[in-house]
């Protein structure tokens, strides 16, 4: 069996999704290769895309956040579609000839771009079959515009959304976005600060997301004059230049501060509470952990969703200009009944093992794959 993962160098998530399936796979000894879909089709469009996204999303967010308004809206007659069908069937063809080459019995999309090209590449009799992740809380509305085999969604309250969005019911799979497997699991706060070298005592994580979004200096600012006894894991990600900032801050809290790092699951063990960006893996990764959220800096789109689906759901708390963040980390650390709440709401919709669910129905389909290939060969 071969499996065949088509991501989008676009956001951290969507490779991150497909690396989680990938591990429970390839432990199963299953053959997996996962590929940038543009920058195997043409390394100048993979560029330009990455570069757009990076650039609308954190120069222009409100920019980005009116084209995902946009997308939304378009039905799917209008010509822009139409004009984007075209060019993902001339993308598709440039696919097409690798996947001849690897001859996957599943091909696993985990960005709606890649879903597009192969939506629209012509199959010429091959039989494998075709699985799209929606790594967000919501449905984007190019999942519309993809004829897949299955969907793999976040949870099985979204399943009314993507009816509403051309999506058959019987085709989807509610069960999660896939994490890492180091996010499955969760050890006492106590121990984690123990291996993390951090005191035992109420701990707030901030996170700004892999490339550092946010205003994380005045959170952290924010945090700091707030009288509760607490401390502050910061995560900076790749930002090096916000990382010497808050190096450079005078806190009366003790602060522990890190760029890039491999162990958040271990971060988020120790941690009371997080203040994040709701970003779609991110977010799974926290209802895994059991962890409430303050939700800060959403990219207008997608990550609006995903607020929306949390709040109304009573998975997190968001600040605001009458719910400031210093009365939301105040409210978690100090009401303990409404944080439990919480916690067993977030147990209730948190799917930690949907990486090993999607697996175990990846592995399931191999019987039905030989019997259509066998049909195939008789039929020629």
Known sequence: MKVLFLSVNAGHGHNQTA???MECLEEKNIECRMIDTFEYINPVISKSINKGYLISTKLT???????????????????????S?????????KLKGFIEGYNPDVVVCSHPFAAQVVTYMERDGQNFITIGIVTDFTIHPFWGDTRLDYYVIANELLVHQAEMKG????????????????????IPAADARAALGIEDKSTVLVMSGSMGYGNIVKIIEQLDEMDLDFQILSVCGRNKAIKKRIDNLEMRKKLYNFGFVNNVELMMDAADCILTKPGGLTVSECLAKGLPMVLVNPIPGQEDRNVEFLLNNGLAMKESKTFTLDMAVHQILTD?????????????????????????????????????????????
């Open 19 to 21: 690396k989680a399936v």
């Open 61 to 83: 967010p409100g920019f980005y956040g009116k084209l995902y308004r946009l997308a939304e809206k378009l039905d799917k007659s209008d010509a822009k579609l139409k004009v």
């Open 85 to 93: 069908r075209h060019t993902n069937t001339i993308w598709g063809k």
């Open 167 to 186: 999506l058959d019911p019987k085709q989807l799979l509610p069960t999660g976005i896939p994490i890492m497997k180091k996010f499955a699991s969760r």
């Open 336 to 380: 303990q009944e409404n944080t439990m709440r919480m916690k067993e709401r977030i147990s209730s919709l948190g799917r930690p093992h949907a990486a090993q669910a999607l697996c175990d129905f990846i592995l399931s389909q191999e019987g039905l794959m030989e019997t259509a290939n066998a049909t195939t060969t008789e039929t020629h």
